[in-house]
């Protein structure tokens, strides 16, 4: 139905962890909460945001409520989610209760908290730095010149349309026993999906462990959680794409917020299971679509292997470079000739070691390129972000990336798949936090 739900955001408000502010009256600690705590924190917030908007030359922050329903639905580690507690303490004056305000009757109308977008915390609270790289990123990428349509659209019949020639990653996440069908064009792929195990990555918490005080080990702690299999496909311009589970159509939510950063969610009626259809590339937009910029690479390992990571520059959203196809014989030579240089000279980074984080920088970044990955391991394995280019096992190539939205991704380090769980590196691409000041980088 039309309208709109509050309250948009949330921050810590309760009693038992007030805020603690200096009163300079009796030279002592104040504790104080609710709505005139959130309320100022969320004003500060906003006014260092919008400082940080005009120091990357973007026009003030203004009206953020789009952004911010953006922000949570492509990078969710902008928002801790608040999935415990309610709002129900409605009342009617007189009853047998009493309160500081005299004889009340609690009626007992309103919500619990639940996950993702509630009517008791809306989309959480803040993580401040995410939030504001998040934002900068949206921002510059509405303002940009680049087109980033080449996805996903829909047609006057609701119908989603490959808008290229592309490759595109399908990435169950199958909470009960059933069975994705994908239907490409005039192709059907029956795409069987094993039950994702309890504490498999989610986007919020590979976007949340490229923070360099992130817990590493709360990230070890959840290696080896499966997520499936990841299936990578090529499509063909024009072709229509239907996801449905277990022969029952499948809805997308949040298709509109999130088609133009290059993934759409194709989740089953019932809500407990979801096809991600993602990008296997980044899109590069600089800030003010600037040329031969640097990019902030963030690597978090959570792999046992040594590990090499490197990056180059392909033609289409396919892969090709100059002609040469993933998977042909002289694809590797393509590579070594598109290879990106890293801020030390060097064309690849190695991974920062067993739950350790570490960052770097791309040089000579256009806005507008597509940036591929290439993954190397101590096993003497190599892996590639285009599935047709990695080893090929019961008739099909095996995906080791895996797309966790907002130029995140995480890989898969071992030979024929390994343990599904795509967290043994995970690597976030920042193309606009280098700029200005460098607040955020």
Do not use: C
Not at 111 to 135: F, I, K, M, Q
Not at 277 to 296: C, E, G, K, M, S
Request: proline share 3%; net charge negative; aromatic share 10%.
């Amino acid at each position: 139905m039309p309208g709109r739900g509050i309250p948009d955001v949330s921050a810590n408000a309760g009693p038992g962890s007030p805020y603690i502010i200096f009163n300079s009256t009796n030279n002592d600690l104040d504790f104080y909460g609710g709505t005139s705590a959130t309320a100022p924190l969320w004003a500060a917030l906003a006014i260092q945001i919008n400082a940080i908007f005009n120091d990357q030359g973007l026009p003030s922050f203004g009206y953020m409520n789009d952004l911010l329903y953006t922000a949570a639905a492509v990078a969710p580690a902008s928002f801790q989610d608040i999935t415990y507690g309610n709002n129900r303490s409605s009342y009617a004056n007189g009853g047998n209760y009493t309160s500081s305000n005299g004889p009340i009757t609690p009626k007992g109308f309103g919500y619990e908290a639940g996950d993702d977008y509630d009517l008791v915390t809306g989309l959480g609270s803040p993580n401040g730095v995410l939030l504001a790289r998040a934002l900068t990123a949206l921002a510059h990428r509405q303002l940009s010149d680049i087109d980033t349509t080449d996805f996903l659209q829909r047609n006057q019949d609701q119908a989603w349309i490959s808008q290229s020639n592309q490759s595109l990653l399908f990435q169950p996440i199958a909470r009960d026993s059933g069975q994705w069908q994908i239907g490409l064009g005039s192709d059907q792929v029956n795409s069987g999906s094993s039950i994702a195990d309890a504490y498999g990555w989610t986007r919020r918490l590979a976007q949340q462990s490229l923070q360099a005080d992130f817990s590493g080990e709360l990230t070890t702690m959840f290696d080896g959680e499966s997520l499936g299999a990841v299936y990578q496909q090529n499509v063909s311009k024009g072709a229509d794409i239907r996801l449905t589970w277990n022969e029952q159509e499948s809805i997308q939510p949040q298709s509109s917020l999130t088609a133009s950063t290059g993934f759409v969610d194709f989740v089953n009626n019932g809500g407990s299971s979801t096809m991600q259809v993602a990008l296997p590339v980044a899109i590069a937009i600089t800030a003010q679509d600037a040329q031969n910029q640097d990019a902030i690479v963030r690597l978090r390992q959570v792999g046992r292997n040594g590990l090499s990571l490197r990056f180059y520059r392909v033609d289409d959203l396919t892969g090709v470079i100059d002609g040469i196809q993933p998977g042909d014989a002289d694809y590797e030579t393509a590579i070594r000739q598109r290879l990106y240089i890293m801020s030390n000279g060097e064309t690849a980074i190695s991974g920062p070691g067993y739950g350790a984080y570490s960052e770097d920088r791309l040089v000579g970044i256009n806005s507008g390129d597509l940036i591929a990955m290439s993954l190397s391991t101590s096993q003497g394995n190599t892996f590639n972000s285009f599935a047709a280019a990695n080893e090929k096992i019961g008739g099909q190539h095996v995906s080791h990336l895996r797309n966790f939205g907002l130029n995140t991704w995480g890989w898969e380090d071992l030979y024929g798949g390994g343990d599904q769980d795509f967290n043994d590196l995970i690597v976030g691409l920042d193309f606009t936090s280098a700029i200005g000041s460098g607040v955020l980088a």
